[in-house]
């Protein structure tokens, strides 16, 4: 009985630590830099994107001077829609797929 008692045990300490990983990855940042820094993009720790930032360079690199300012912000605004709805269409995919998996159990740490 005491050795189901110490995996029990475990198990709570193993489930808090995973809790404790996952939210310390949510409050990471990720930053990744393509065409030296034109384009910006961070996700969190744990790949969730969450923003994008251009040059005028990255939209017209033969003359950036043509880019206003408010043609980039919209053009970041685009783009984090959409990627902000395909990470929640990939979590709603992922969500259906475990739940086929496990049965329906949700598994702490699992998704």
Do not use: H, R, W
């Not at 940042?29 to 910006?40: I, L």
């Not at 996700?43 to 994008?52: A, Q």
């Amino acid at each position: 009985m005491m050795n189901m008692m110490n995996m029990m045990k475990q198990a709570q300490n193993i489930q808090k630590k995973l809790v404790e990983a996952q939210n310390e990855l949510s409050n990471t940042d990720v930053t990744a830099e393509a065409g030296n820094g034109s384009v910006k993009v961070v996700c969190d720790g744990k790949g969730i994107f969450k923003s994008i930032k251009l040059t005028a360079e990255a939209i017209n690199p033969e003359n950036p001077a043509s880019v206003s300012s408010d043609d980039i912000e919209l053009l970041e605004d685009l783009i984090t829609s959409a990627m902000k709805i395909a990470t929640d269409k990939s979590k709603e995919v992922l969500e259906t797929k475990m739940k086929s998996v496990t049965g329906g159990v949700n598994i702490p740490g699992l998704m």
